[in-house]
């Protein structure tokens, strides 16, 4: 049954990918900063810094489909970057098409590509189902913009759907609940790794799974690019490690940072 | 190297105990006189004596212009101008100032770019730890909790600063009356220095360095070198020995890497845990947060019987000593002249014990219990019985020169009205001052700006802050003090409101709604107007935190009313609202919602001038102000605002207040004004009342005495809930006309006319 789904919903490409698995939350914001690897080094006194540490290189800055794609490919986080239990899911990458629209009914159907966009990719990965361990599903995404402003945006717009559709539909017998979504530009609510980052939080309702789980999506941005992490909560799985439960947040931020880190290798002045 | 020789003997770097100078130190702690070469003062501190000197530098004991004693620790000119020294030098203080704990001494002052650098902190009489158990020997279990306890919360602290101490010792742990004072917290002290580069000085830390820090990983040295150091230090206030013994250096970190520690005769209850922080892999060891949690029950709550009776008689001595000095008890400029200080024994040992109230705050403990009889009189058992006096206060932490001094300066005339017109009272208990702190409206300097106010034992309340992000920067120093907050301005929930996790707040007093019922109040109010079928509205994210908070509660407003909104959400840089507007009036917009800051709702009234929309426009507390109306112009016309204040003017009750003020400051009150006057005149009622049933002025219970106020004043009603928020709605709607404010009347609390919008 839980194969079935997953065949299925990464067939018709509308599963977990761009939109459709939102999350974020207020304690989102905090969390990117403890596990990222820009952590001040402790033996010397670091205030926070005032602005991120990123020069970005005019002439690395993707302007083509080509090298928009490229650094997409480069970005997006594999089960690599989300943690050793993590393994791909087939097909593992999004449809170069595909860019899913939250209608006006709140639900999520396939949409066009806006043209302020130059590439967009989704990475899905998987905890297979073990035991008293349901089938964990997460996706990464990576979305190059033509500009900043662009990018700006696409938060902005992100911020939007939860407030417009608290309750969406991802797709059939899959739903998303109370969501609410926290923004947090670069120096607020312990933002160090991006300019711009948010967190949306709810809860995920699977026709196929027993009981409510969580559902978490951060989404960062680092100049022209965004990057997000999505995890659909499963059976024995919770946000925070708890008693009898495996805690998800920290690969979700791990591959978030993971994303960032590596867009910054991208797009910034090499010394 | 003796068990106790060692141990006695401040660091390089400690700037209490100076800059470690010869073995044969006759007297740790003692006072030397200053030498002709040192200046008689430095910055605002006149220097009455030298605490110490090394390599590194000079430390004095200094007192400020207010009295208060400090440890000015001067790095000579030569080591400053060591690479990176000053650079590192500023870094190091502006995050030690960050750190806030009653258990760790705070800096209080610094200044890296003088010739020769230097840093102020507060001073603490007491002996060291070392000193201490050199003299009376192992202290007893309880004693050794409560010191574990604090210990681990002031490096709690400090790891939160982003600093790692790097010298837990018993010599850096000085003890007052009240509690544990971590001092020198990583200050300037050389990157990579460890023992090994140390061994030809005095060492006293050997014994207490963790394994990476033995074997000089630099890079492997964190907040779990401090953590292994605690439990070193609380081995060795059990027993009297370091737990990898003494003797030669090498030998030391070669059985601090290698061997076991020696815990005999560590208590039974201490042993797991001293053995967790000494585990040699710093992963393995709990952090300094969690050491404060597990050894959370015994914090200390008696004052000085936390100590073993011959320990405080020495923190007595030593104080009286230290205090006993004529230089010191000489008055200074600035300090209350027509009362000159005449210090009995017990005055000696108050001062001292707080160091204590200084670092304190005055705190919950026995130093405060102890300022508090000396007001009354107490029992003093010198010759002069006049105790010294305490200036009672009340403080102003506001935003005066900043982006919100409007608000700021508005809030400082009625507190300062207030406190004028309480000195005037016949039957006043005590007189009062007014100590202002300006924030300057800038989170990086608001905290010092706090601290001006939380580190002095005088001030019992604090009106203040003006805006939400410096009050969140402020919150952790008034927590830590007992200092009451009373805010009129600053509508951040989390100032208040806590998860069910976090204790509950005892600070905070908030005499407006906080944003997200500010948000509800503002669109019940748009449901006033019946006909409104489709609100359109804008998050604009230039203070993400504000207008979130805002749109929330905007969001279930509306959802309550059965109506349902069109959401737009906008980037901070934008500049242009035409587009984003206009597909909003395209979608059917018949009123807007402006969920933002002052600039965005200026663009937003222009745009929406400019798209000749004709429906009603609000917004909430952070555009209300005189500048909209400048800046708007005529498309500020047919604006409503929900405000948490009125205008005093348009109110019978306030007609005396408004009166005074015309009188006292030659204008009518701003916005703000009546309602800071109330709330601080609300304070002093109750300050007057306890003094009238006997009791002395304190900050301890104040919060929970103003919580529980039905007030009225000149503005209005105040009643609070559990958490310290206003319970009675509090928003305003005013309207624009004509280029003026009107006020309209209070925003509902429930939607309008809820059963007629459903159909």
Redesign the interface.
């Known amino acids: 049954m839980l194969g079935g789904l997953v065949l299925t919903g990464c067939s018709d490409g509308g599963d977990d990918g761009k939109k459709p698995d939102g999350m974020g939350s207020t304690s989102t914001s905090a969390a990117p900063t403890k596990a990222s690897p820009t952590t001040?080094?402790?033996?010397?006194?670091?205030?926070?810094p005032t602005a991120l540490p990123f020069v970005p290189d005019p002439k690395r800055a993707p302007k083509t489909e080509a090298d928009a794609r490229r650094i997409a490919l480069a970005v997006v986080a594999g089960p690599d970057a989300w943690g050793p239990d993590y393994v791909k899911r087939t097909p593992h990458l999004s449809d170069p098409a595909y860019w899913p629209v939250l209608g006006a009914d709140c639900s999520w159907g396939t949409g066009t590509r806006p043209a302020t966009v130059l590439y967009s990719v989704t990475a899905y990965s998987e905890i297979p189902a073990d035991g008293a361990l349901g089938n964990l599903r997460v996706a990464a995404t990576v979305t190059v913009h033509r500009t900043e402003?662009d990018a700006?945006?696409e938060?902005?717009?992100t911020?939007?759907e939860a407030?417009?559709c608290p309750d969406q539909k991802l797709r059939d017998g899959e739903r998303i609940s109370d969501l609410?979504s926290?923004?947090?530009?670069f120096g607020?609510?312990g933002n160090f790794t991006a300019h711009d980052s948010l967190g949306e939080r709810g809860t995920y309702l699977n026709d196929a799974v027993k009981g409510k789980q969580f559902y978490g999506w951060y989404q960062s941005r680092i100049g022209q690019v965004t990057v997000a992490t999505v995890v659909k909560g499963a059976p024995g799985y919770s946000e925070q490690e708890g008693s009898g439960t495996v805690g998800t947040v920290t690969a979700q931020v791990q591959a978030l940072v993971t994303m960032l880190q590596r867009a910054e290798d991208e797009l910034e002045v090499q010394s | 190297m003796s068990p106790t020789g060692p141990i006695d003997s401040a660091g390089p770097t400690d700037p209490q105990r100076g800059p470690v100078p010869t073995p044969a130190r006759p007297e740790p702690g003692a006072l030397q006189p200053l030498l002709s070469s040192d200046p008689s003062s430095i910055a605002g501190y006149r220097l009455l004596g030298r605490l110490g000197a090394g390599g590194m530098g000079v430390v004095y004991l200094g007192r400020t212009e207010n009295g208060e004693l400090a440890a000015v620790k001067v790095t000579h000119a030569d080591q400053a101008d060591q690479p990176d020294f000053r650079a590192?030098f500023r870094?190091?203080v502006?995050?030690?100032r960050?750190v806030s704990s009653p258990w760790a001494v705070p800096v209080t002052g610094a200044d890296p770019d003088a010739p020769e650098p230097w840093m102020a902190t507060a001073f603490v009489a007491g002996p060291s730890l070392g000193e201490a158990v050199t003299a009376h020997g192992a202290l007893p279990e309880r004693s050794v909790r409560l010191l574990g306890w604090a210990v681990a919360r002031a490096l709690s602290a400090v790891h939160a600063?982003?600093?790692?101490h790097?010298d837990v010792k018993p010599g850096n742990v000085l003890l007052a009356v009240d509690g544990p004072r971590l001092i020198d917290f990583?200050i300037a002290r050389a990157?990579?220095e460890t023992a090994l580069t140390a061994t030809d000085m005095v060492v006293g830390t050997p014994g207490f360095l963790a394994p990476e820090q033995a074997e000089a990983r630099?890079?492997a040295?964190?907040?779990p070198a401090d953590v292994f150091a605690l439990g070193c230090l609380l081995a060795y206030a059990a027993t009297g020995r370091p737990p990898f013994g003494t003797g030669a250096v090498d030998a030391l970190m070669y059985r601090t890497v290698h061997d076991e520690p020696d815990l005999t005769g560590v208590p039974e209850g201490l042993l797991d845990l001293v053995r967790a922080c000494l585990a040699k892999d710093p992963a393995a060891r709990p952090t300094a947060a969690e050491i404060g949690v597990r050894l959370t029950e015994d914090s200390p709550a008696g004052g000085a019987d936390w100590l073993p009776a011959p320990v405080v008689r020495t923190i007595a001595e030593r104080s009286a000593r230290m205090l006993a000095l004529p230089e010191i008890d000489a008055t200074g400029p600035g300090t209350e002249p027509t009362e000159p200080p005449r210090r009995s024994r017990r005055g000696f040992l108050l001062l001292a014990s707080g160091a204590a109230a200084l670092a304190v705050g005055g705190g919950s403990f026995a130093a405060w219990a102890g300022l508090k009889d000396d007001e009354t009189g107490g029992e003093a058992d010198g010759k002069k019985p006049a105790p010294p006096r305490t200036t009672w206060k009340i403080g102003v932490l506001a935003d005066l020169s900043g982006p919100a001094k409007e608000i700021g300066l508005a809030q400082e005339r009625g507190a300062r009205l207030a406190v004028e017109q309480f000195n005037a009272r016949k039957n006043k208990p005590y007189t009062l001052e007014l100590a202002v702190s300006d924030d300057r409206g800038d989170p990086a300097t608001a905290l010092e700006a706090a601290r001006r106010l939380t580190t002095d034992p005088g001030v019992l309340a604090v009106l203040g802050a003006t805006s939400d992000d410096t009050a969140q920067v402020v919150l952790p120093a008034f927590e830590e003090s007992g200092l009451p907050l009373i805010t009129v301005s600053a509508g951040y929930n989390l100032l208040t409101v806590r998860d069910e996790e976090s204790p509950p707040n005892t600070t905070v007093l908030r005499a407006i709604p906080h944003h997200p019922f500010a948000g509800m109040h503002l669109a019940y109010a748009v449901t006033l107007l019946s006909a409104i079928r489709r609100p359109g509205?804008l998050?604009e994210?230039t203070d993400?935190?504000y207008s979130?908070q805002l749109?929330?509660g905007v969001?279930f407003a509306f959802g309550q009313a059965g109506l349902t909104p069109?959401?737009?959400?906008?980037?901070?840089?934008?500049r242009e609202y035409r587009a984003v507007l206009g597909e909003m009036i395209d979608s059917g917009m018949d009123a807007y919602v402006h969920c933002g800051t002052l600039a965005g709702a200026v663009l937003a009234a222009r745009a929406l001038g400019e798209l000749r929309f004709t429906g009603p426009r609000f917004t909430g507390q952070r555009a209300f102000g005189q500048a909209f109306l400048k800046e708007a112009g005529a498309d500020a016309e047919g604006w409503f605002f929900g405000a948490p204040v009125l205008d005093a003017v348009s109110r019978k009750e306030a007609a005396g207040f408004v009166a005074a003020h015309r009188k006292r400051f030659g204008a009518a009150p701003a916005y703000y004004t009546g309602e800071s006057y109330d709330v601080v005149t609300m304070a002093l009622d109750e300050l007057a009342r306890r003094a009238k049933a006997g009791g002395g002025p304190a900050r301890k219970g104040l919060w929970q005495a103003l919580r529980k106020q039905k007030y009225t004043g000149v503005m209005g009603g105040y009643t609070f809930d559990e958490s310290g928020d206003l319970t009675n709605g509090g928003t305003f709607v005013h309207a624009v006309q004509n280029g003026a404010y009107k006020v309209i009347g209070p925003a509902p609390v429930v939607p309008a006319d809820k059963g007629k919008r459903k159909a």
Do not use: K, Y
């Open positions: 001040p080094d402790p033996t010397t006194a670091s205030p926070p402003a700006d945006w938060m902005a717009g911020l939007e407030l417009r609410i926290l923004g947090n530009p607020v609510g | 590192r870094r190091e502006e995050a030690a960050r600063a982003g600093l790692v790097r990583g990157t990579g630099t890079d040295i964190g907040p509205v998050q994210r993400d935190q979130w749109v929330r969001q069109h959401f737009r959400v906008v980037p901070a840089r934008v």
